[in-house]
């Protein structure tokens, strides 16, 4: 739990650095040891001069013209790069539910409360660094047609400011049912509790608000696939699964190999019905689901040793 706690820290901060300001990310200062030396009288005495001959006024915001508009851009990939930052430990948050969950003791349970509430304080984060990044997009949308933007400083905050506070608005089924990584959290801990059934859609275990309506149900119908953990070569259980970027599709590794047969050129994805190509070299060891296995093969013995005791008992 430890790393999760760490990760969730991390997020709490960035949460607090983007929210502390409309405008571009803050970065917490922290205090340096040690004194800044001793200066002379003279040179605090320009400094000071120097200080008050530069007037703010002799520096007014400029418009923001159509060949800067570029830079907008380049300011809105900058928030989804922390995004991404943000996401890297979503994986850890499900594997560590999932592992909990199959426990399934009262202090495991509120465990999986707690790394739930991570994940949503994570999205939330996450929410408000997209709402960020479309202020500014609204804002370079307005200088393609042809605008200069003026008081670009003031134009940002009062547009940020409105789409954080269309984020916050959101109820939570609006704000978490259709991420994917969300999704991905909640079948790693429908997983565990039950094997082999796939997973309702994820609108029943969020609770319905005032503010959801029917309509928006029918689009968040997102569930009711279970995960194959069986190599489509060999229709056994993945051993040192190796996972296609191409298609996504994960195969044993030995049969994988064995099928491109040391060659290196494209072949059409031997999983049924797909019709991507890939080399060899696109498919990359995949320990998370590795992990996913072994503790499936774990849950698939145990259930198998709960049978054979009840029938004993019988």
């Known amino acids: ?125 996450i929410g408000v660094i997209k709402a960020h990044a479309n202020a500014l997009n609204v804002i370079r949308q307005s200088g393609l047609q042809g605008q200069d933007i003026e008081q670009v400083e003031a134009l940002y905050a009062k547009t940020a400011k409105t789409t954080v506070a269309d984020y916050k608005k959101k109820t939570t089924r609006q704000k978490y049912a259709k991420e994917e990584a969300y999704v991905a959290f909640k079948s790693s801990i429908w997983e565990s509790k039950h094997p082999g059934i796939p997973m309702p859609p994820i609108t029943e275990q969020i609770p319905r608000e005032k503010a959801d309506n029917s309509d928006e149900d029918d689009d968040l119908e997102v569930g009711g696939v279970t995960q194959n953990y069986l190599c489509p070569l060999t229709l056994t ?22 099928t491109f047969g040391g060659s290196n050129g494209l072949r059409k994805c031997p999983a049924a019905g797909c019709n991507k190509q890939f080399s060899l070299a696109h498919c990359k060891p995949d320990k998370d689901l590795a992990k996913k296995v072994k503790a499936y093969k774990r849950r698939m013995e145990r259930n198998r040793e709960d049978s054979d005791a009840e029938e004993v008992v019988d």
């Open 1 to 125: 739990m430890s790393d999760i706690e760490d990760d969730a820290g991390t997020s709490r901060q960035i949460k607090d650095d983007v929210e502390d300001s409309y405008g571009e990310p803050v970065s917490r200062k922290r205090a340096k040891k040690g004194g800044k030396g001793k200066r002379s009288a003279r040179k605090e005495a320009e400094d000071n001069d120097s200080d008050e001959a530069i007037e703010v006024t002799n520096f007014p915001d400029q418009p923001l013209k159509r060949d800067q508009i570029g830079k907008l851009l380049g300011l809105a990939e900058d928030w989804e790069k922390v995004a991404e930052i943000i996401k890297r430990p979503f994986p850890k948050y499900g594997m560590a539910a999932g592992g909990l969950a199959d426990l399934g003791d009262e202090d495991a349970i509120e465990k999986v409360d707690e790394i739930d509430g991570y994940m949503r304080e994570s999205l939330d984060v």
């Open 237 to 258: 259980l993945l051993a040192d699964p190796y996972t296609s970027i191409a298609c996504g599709h994960s195969f044993s590794a030995a049969a994988i190999t064995a």
